[in-house]
């Protein structure tokens, strides 16, 4: 993902801020009348820009309490030594721009951070973190825009280490077009309502790629989880569009690429998940279509638990995955039509594209894995095939119901 430089949006904002009366443009550099950030931002006045060349400055504890622009030029390095938080933001309508951020101290009391947000509108963008515990925390920071930053930490284990991207009890924020690796999660979200996620990159992060709970009404586009811990944790929430994510290489013994609990009312549509250990887990999810993804080379592609009911499974593409769909329960409460299942073995007389026979996506040696977990080991045996062939010549122990009713031929092109 690109990462814009300054050049253009910078003088965008300093001449923007000129056009204010009584705004001010407060220069920091080795010669200029103020030589610390911390000393212009006390002085400047509410719309005034703080510019700041490039250089090296270590300072922390750094504390907007008025609505300023805060720009530098050639990401200037803000080193806070390992010894605090650096940048505190106490007012609305603040923007962060062009900064390389390092070195905040870990903290087992406080959630100590490079960026700390505290105001609504506004905004942080085109910022470098680097060794940040937590990278950019907001708090009640409605309506703020969160662009294009750049966040890598060097987690180890999950109790000495933050998020890249923490939200907590905010609404209307916007996250896009950052990279976010190497944290606890890669983006957290708590009670966060009506936002939208897009185009971030979140990848070898300790515990989930994305990670949010209690929070409604969200968009999370075009994002890619990979190679995390596990990909996306979903719990608590509803009405949640997931659409045009990928899902890659999130393995584990306990690993998903999606996690699903107690979440309702939502949209899984035109994803890409791919070798996972569990494409979706679901454990009372309920009246979520999912619908037009792409399930390949995973584990399991679908584990749907039996508290989940009234979800819709149409129109997806299963190829290559050890097994498509398990689940714990003898009966179906949900809806899967029109799929493609690489492994279907029907015909099409009338060739409409159609398989004549219906598929049954949950094999008997699947079910038996759910019920006794170390039989996993009999997967490559002759055993597993003869139970499954038996099973499909007369289904006794598969869940009734669940069935295919019109299994596509052909891949769909998505």
């Known amino acids: 993902m690109k990462i814009f430089y300054l050049s253009i949006f910078t003088l965008f904002l300093i001449k923007s801020a000129t056009y204010q009366s009584k705004a001010h443009i407060l220069k920091v550099c080795a010669s200029c009348n103020y030589t610390t950030i911390t000393g212009a931002v006390r002085d400047a006045k509410a719309g005034d820009s703080v510019i700041v060349e490039k250089g090296n400055y270590f300072e922390r ?28 933001v106490e007012s609305d309508s603040v923007t962060i721009a062009g900064f390389q951020i390092q070195n905040v101290g870990t903290s087992y009391i406080k959630d100590q951070a490079g960026i700390q947000v ?36 060097k987690a180890i284990n ?30 957290y979200l708590e009670f966060v309502d009506e936002s939208l996620i897009e185009n971030n990159i979140s990848e070898y992060n300790l515990r989930y ?19 995390n811990g596990a990909g996306v944790a979903v719990m608590f929430s509803r009405n949640i569009q997931m659409i045009g994510n990928t899902f890659d290489h999130n393995w584990g013994s306990s690993s998903y690429g999606l ?7 939502g949209k899984i549509e035109k994803n890409t998940f791919s070798q996972n250990t569990i494409g979706i887990y679901g454990e009372s999810a309920n009246r979520i279509i999912i619908e037009r993804n792409t399930f390949m080379n995973n584990g399991w592609a679908l584990k749907i638990l039996g508290s989940c009911m009234d979800n819709v499974i149409s ?8 097994f498509n769909l398990s689940t714990n329960a003898r009966k179906n409460y949900n809806i899967y039509d029109g799929n493609y299942w690489s492994d279907y073995t029907g015909y099409d007389l009338n060739r409409d594209g159609i398989g004549d026979v219906p598929y049954r996506p949950v094999k008997l040696y699947a079910y038996l894995v759910e019920t006794v977990p170390t ?10 095939e003869f139970l499954n062939f038996a099973e ?7 869940p009734e119901g669940l069935i295919d009713q019109s299994p596509q031929m052909k891949k769909f092109d998505l």
């Open 61 to 88: 504890d750094i504390t907007i309490t008025k609505p300023i622009f805060l720009i530098g030029i050639g990401y200037p390095v803000i080193d806070g030594e390992s010894r605090g938080e650096i940048i505190t």
């Open 158 to 187: 999950q109790i000495s280490s933050g998020n890249a991207i923490h939200v907590w009890d905010s609404k209307n924020i916007k996250v896009l077009n950052n990279e976010v690796r190497n944290h606890r999660d890669g983006i």
């Open 118 to 153: 505290k105001g609504k509108y506004c905004q942080v963008l085109d910022n470098v973190l680097l060794n940040t515990f937590f990278g950019i925390y907001l708090q009640k920071a409605h309506f703020t825009l969160i662009q294009n930053n750049r966040i890598t930490g």
């Open 392 to 398: 499909k010549v007369n289904p006794t122990f598969t």
């Open 209 to 227: 790629g994305l990670h949010f709970m209690f929070s409604n009404d969200d968009d999370y586009l075009n994002n890619v989880f990979r190679d």
């Open 315 to 322: 129109g997806n593409n299963f190829s290559g995955n050890t």
């Open 259 to 265: 996690l699903l609990k107690e979440i309702y009312d």
């Open 375 to 384: 039989s996993i080991l009999l997967l490559r045996s002759m055993f597993t």
